[in-house]
């Protein structure tokens, strides 16, 4: 499985927008980058994915590198509710679809 | 988005006796889930993948005959611990996903076993 590069901590302030990296150097052409996150004592809580182009949606923001080799997930305004481990997640798609967990970042959020 | 239903949320069992976890996808079918385990501090481990109607594809190291899983339906997926002992508590999580191209996959809120 390919694998992914994630900073063990990074810590934010509430109302900041917060920038969790993701180095995935080995990633093919095939692979879609997902992002999960899980608070304390729950199962993880999908984020967001994409390919190749940025991503948006309600909870975040995916930025890809051109050369798919790292991407960045953007919190636009930390809660105290975002406090969680993100994953980074390479995910090969159809039958062989897999999702490998690292051992992520944890964000905290100081109010 | 969709919605993923484990149960129980906990369980406390004899050592030696088997414990059954249910895992159902409530507004969508699952062609696929996995059973995850998390030891404290520790990331999610995948266990194993299950397709409806068809066998449990175990990850290296995880014993089938131990781990039994069962995925008859596209709503329902149980994990039973077989003869459990107090190494086998941990934190169980599933996990569905619908469709084969690739999606996004959503996850139970887990069961916490605990053996004694």
């Known amino acids: 499985d390919a694998k992914t590069t994630q900073p063990n901590s990074m810590e934010s302030n509430e109302e900041e927008p917060v920038h969790l990296p993701c180095n995935h150097s080995?990633?093919?052409?095939?692979?879609?980058i997902h992002w999960y996150r899980q608070l304390p004592s729950q199962g993880p809580e999908y984020v967001i994915h994409g390919l190749t182009s940025n991503v948006n949606n309600r909870m975040a923001s995916l930025a890809i590198a051109e050369d798919r080799k790292s991407s960045t997930l953007i919190l636009h305004r930390a809660t105290l509710r975002d406090a969680a481990v993100y994953y980074c997640i390479l995910v090969v798609g159809g039958s062989n679809y897999k999702l490998t967990f690292g051992k992520g970042t944890l964000l905290t959020v100081n109010p | 988005g969709a919605v993923v239903s484990q149960h129980p949320s906990w369980v406390i069992c004899k050592s030696g006796t088997s414990v059954k976890i249910e895992c159902r996808s409530l507004?969508?079918?699952?062609?696929?889930m996995f059973w995850y385990r998390q030891f404290p501090k520790q990331s999610l481990m995948l266990m194993a993948t299950?397709?409806?109607?068809?066998?449990?594809?175990?990850e290296q190291g995880v014993e089938k005959d131990k781990f039994l899983i069962n995925h008859a339906s596209l709503t329902l997926s149980t994990l039973t611990v077989t003869s459990a002992h107090p190494e086998d508590s941990s934190f169980y999580i599933c996990s569905a996903r619908e469709g084969t191209v690739n999606t996004e996959a959503f996850f139970g809120q887990g069961t916490r076993l605990t053996v004694v």
């Open positions: 299950s397709n409806e109607g068809s066998k449990a594809t175990y």
């Open positions: 080995t990633i093919s052409g095939t692979d879609y």
């Open positions: 507004d969508f079918q699952a062609t696929t």
